[in-house]
């Protein structure tokens, strides 16, 4: 069974920063892409960033430059650097990754459970 267990969210004011971290674990063969999507209250799941296996990196245009997403390809983990924090960015955030459980070339996609973000004063 394979899990992505997602760590650091909570709360902090604005301007203030946060890291996301997300451990795959399980029985992994490879991963593809990793990434990081978030869904606000109300609103649809949007991207965040993605990060591929070889460290290329794409960002959704409203981040602004503020977040910064990197990997561990030996440790299966994701981290997403959050910094100038917005009430905007309240949302609850999501990692996902291109799994290959089998060994089969063939990739599909799993998500975490979720980290709520709360930037409030």
């Known amino acids: 069974q394979v899990h992505l267990v997602e760590s650091g969210g909570g709360l902090v004011q604005p301007g203030g920063s946060l890291r996301l971290s997300c451990a795959a674990s399980?029985?992994?063969?490879?991963?593809?892409?990793m990434g990081w999507y978030r869904q606000a209250p109300g609103k649809e799941r949007e991207l965040v960033a993605v990060?591929?296996?070889?460290?290329?990196?794409n960002y959704a245009d409203f981040l602004k430059g503020r977040f910064t997403i990197s990997r561990d390809n030996n440790k299966n983990m994701v981290d997403l650097q959050m910094n100038s924090l917005e009430p905007e960015d309240t949302a609850v955030y999501y990692c996902?990754?291109?799994?290959?459980?089998?060994?089969?070339?063939?990739?599909?996609?799993?998500w975490g459970q979720g980290t709520q973000v709360t930037v409030s004063s």
């Open positions: 996902n990754g291109d799994l290959d459980i089998y060994g089969s070339g063939r990739y599909a996609q799993y």
């Open positions: 399980g029985s992994i063969f490879s991963i593809n892409d």
């Open positions: 990060i591929t296996w070889g460290g290329s990196t």
